[in-house]
């Protein structure tokens, strides 16, 4: 397929990634890399540099908190969380996919019928 068609925007769907991601309970940074991953919408793991850029806006924004886990062996980690705003959030970027879906789809039955 041509690079042309569908574009790549690899951060795109980065900000509801991690909102979902973060559904399933508070995690860590790198943790949150590979399951980002498994959305599909990247094409292998996100960059570290840019996980870690939306997860600051979002914690500035209010959508997510952190802080930081002193427990076990090594150096602290930072600890993330969904907040109610950022659920709030995930729910308005799960509708804006529902329409878009249904706009392709839409598209789609007008090239099928030629």
């Given at each position: ?8 925007k ?9 909102l979902?991601?973060?559904r ?9 890399i ?11 793991d ?10 600051r ?18 150096p ?17 970027w ?21």
């Amino acid at each position: 397929m041509s690079k042309k068609v569908g574009g790549e925007k690899r951060q795109r769907y980065m900000q509801p990634s991690l909102l979902m991601a973060l559904r399933e309970g508070p995690n860590y940074g790198y943790p949150l890399i590979s399951a980002i991953s498994e959305y599909g919408f990247l094409s292998g793991d996100a960059p570290p540099g840019m996980v870690y850029r939306h997860l600051r806006q979002m914690d500035e924004e209010g959508l997510v908190t952190s802080s930081w886990d002193n427990e076990g062996d090594g150096p602290a980690k930072r600890v993330y969380s969904i907040t109610p705003e950022g659920e709030e959030v995930l729910e308005m970027w799960i509708q804006h996919m529902e329409q878009q879906r249904d706009r392709l789809d839409a598209f789609i039955a007008f090239y099928r019928r030629g």
